[in-house]
C-alpha cells in the first residue's frame, strides 16, 4: 500500500472549515483513499473514500488532484465533537488490513 | 444505527492468566477483525476472519492468540497467558461482503485489557 504523509496537528475554529491535507505520491492506480478518524480512546470511524473522483458524503467532501497525488479531506462546519485524530489510508479495496499511521490531530477551538 | 458491540469495557488481570474479549458484529456483516492499540501508540493490525477462518494475521497474532467465531453472533479474541505488554485497547471491527464496501469498517468502542 502506498505511504501517506499528514501534518501531526491542525487547529480549526468551530463553525470554519477544516481542510486536512494527505500526501501519496505513491498511489498506484487501483488504490483508494479512505479517511477514518479516531475520537479520544473510541474506536475509528469511517469518514469517506475515493478512487479519482471528488465524493461528498454526510460527514464530509473528500477532494482528490487530478495526478491523484494528494488529497484534502474537508469538514465544511467543523464543531468541538470533530477534535480528533484524522487518518489518510491508501489501500486496494481487496479488503487486505488496514494500516494507520500517526495520522492528523484535529483540534478544533470554540 | 447498526452498531458493533464490545465486552467487557476494561478488564484487569494478573501476568499468565487468561483473558476472552466478546464481540458481537453488525448481524449482515460477513468480515471481522482485532486491531489492538497500546496507550499513546498506532491502532495496529491483528487479525481478519472470514468463513470461519482467519484470512490474515499480523505478526503480532503469535501462538498465544487465537480467536473464535462460536456462534452466529459472538466473535471472540482469546490471549492464553496474558504479558505486560498486552495492556492494549482492543477494537473489534466488522463489515459487509460487498466489494464497494471492502475497506469501509466499523469498529466497536473496545476494550481496555489492563494486565499486572
Known amino acids: 500500500d502506498a505511504k501517506t504523509t499528514q501534518p501531526p496537528s491542525m487547529d480549526c475554529a468551530e463553525g470554519r472549515a477544516a481542510n486536512l491535507p494527505c500526501n501519496h505520491s505513491?498511489?498506484?492506480?487501483?488504490?483508494?483513499v479512505y479517511w477514518y478518524r479516531q475520537i479520544h480512546s473510541q474506536g475509528p470511524q469511517y469518514i469517506i473514500h475515493g478512487l479519482k473522483n471528488n465524493e461528498t458524503n454526510e460527514m464530509a467532501s473528500l477532494i482528490i488532484t487530478e495526478d491523484r497525488k494528494s488529497s484534502t479531506l474537508i469538514l465544511p462546519h467543523a464543531t468541538l465533537r470533530d477534535t480528533a485524530v484524522y487518518y489518510c489510508?491508501?489501500?486496494?479495496?481487496?479488503?487486505?488490513?488496514?494500516?494507520f499511521g500517526e495520522g492528523t490531530q484535529l483540534t478544533v477551538n470554540p | 444505527e447498526p452498531e458493533v458491540t464490545q465486552t467487557p469495557s476494561h478488564q484487569v488481570t494478573q501476568m499468565g492468566q487468561e483473558v476472552i474479549l466478546r464481540c458481537v458484529p453488525i448481524s449482515n456483516h460477513l468480515y471481522f477483525y482485532w486491531y489492538r492499540q497500546i496507550l499513546g501508540q498506532k491502532v495496529e493490525f491483528l487479525v481478519s476472519?472470514?468463513?470461519?477462518?482467519?484470512?490474515?494475521k499480523s505478526e503480532i497474532f503469535d501462538d498465544q492468540f487465537s480467536v473464535e467465531r462460536p456462534d452466529g453472533s459472538n466473535f471472540t479474541l482469546k490471549i492464553r497467558s496474558t504479558k505486560l505488554e498486552d495492556s492494549a485497547m482492543y477494537f473489534c471491527?466488522?463489515?459487509?461482503?460487498?466489494?464497494?464496501?471492502?475497506?469501509?469498517?466499523?469498529f466497536g468502542a473496545g476494550s481496555r485489557l489492563t494486565v499486572l
Open positions: 489510508i491508501v489501500i486496494e479495496t481487496s479488503g487486505s488490513r488496514l494500516t
Open positions: 505513491t498511489i498506484s492506480g487501483n488504490e483508494y
Open positions: 476472519f472470514y468463513n470461519n477462518e482467519i484470512s490474515e
Open positions: 471491527a466488522s463489515r459487509t461482503g460487498v466489494h464497494s464496501g471492502a475497506n469501509v469498517l466499523t
